[in-house]
C-alpha cells in the first residue's frame, strides 16, 4: 500500500506565494513521474506541473514563470513552489504520483487534496 500526505494550502492574498508538499510513502519500489494537478469549483481537473525522474518538467502555460516544481527522490516528496499567486489559481490542488510498488506493478496514485484560495 501507498500513502501521499499533502500538505502547504491555504489562503493567501494575490501576488503572495504558497509551497506545497506531498511525501510519497509505503511499498514502493521507484517513481516514475510527479505532478500537481488542480479542480476549480465547476471545472475540470487539470495538469499544473510534472517532474519526471530524471527531472524533466512541464507546466500548463498558465503558471509557466509563476511555478516551479521540484522533488526530492530521498525523501520520495514533490513540491509545488507557488509566486505572484492570482486569484485564478484558486483550486483545490491534488498530487498525483506514478510509481512501481513493491509488487512490481506501475500505478498510479493520488493525494487527497488542499485548498489554495487567493483572495483578490
Known amino acids: 500500500q501507498v500513502q501521499l500526505v499533502e500538505s502547504g494550502g491555504g489562503l493567501v492574498q494575490a501576488g503572495g506565494s504558497l509551497r506545497l508538499s506531498c511525501a510519497a510513502s509505503?511499498?514502493?519500489?521507484?517513481?516514475?513521474?510527479m505532478g500537481w494537478y488542480r479542480q476549480a469549483p465547476g471545472k475540470q481537473r487539470e495538469l499544473v506541473a510534472t517532474i519526471t525522474s530524471s527531472g524533466s518538467t512541464n507546466y500548463v502555460d498558465s503558471v509557466k514563470g509563476r511555478f516551479t516544481i521540484s522533488r526530492d527522490n530521498t525523501k520520495k516528496t514533490v513540491y509545488l513552489q507557488m509566486n505572484s499567486l492570482k486569484p485564478e489559481d484558486t483550486a483545490v490542488y491534488y498530487c498525483?504520483?506514478?510509481?512501481?510498488?513493491?509488487?512490481?506493478?506501475?500505478?498510479?496514485?493520488w493525494g487527497q487534496g488542499t485548498q489554495v484560495t487567493v483572495s483578490s
Open positions: 509505503g511499498s514502493i519500489f521507484s517513481i516514475i513521474a
Open positions: 498525483n504520483v506514478n510509481l512501481v510498488d513493491g509488487w512490481g506493478r506501475a500505478v498510479n496514485y
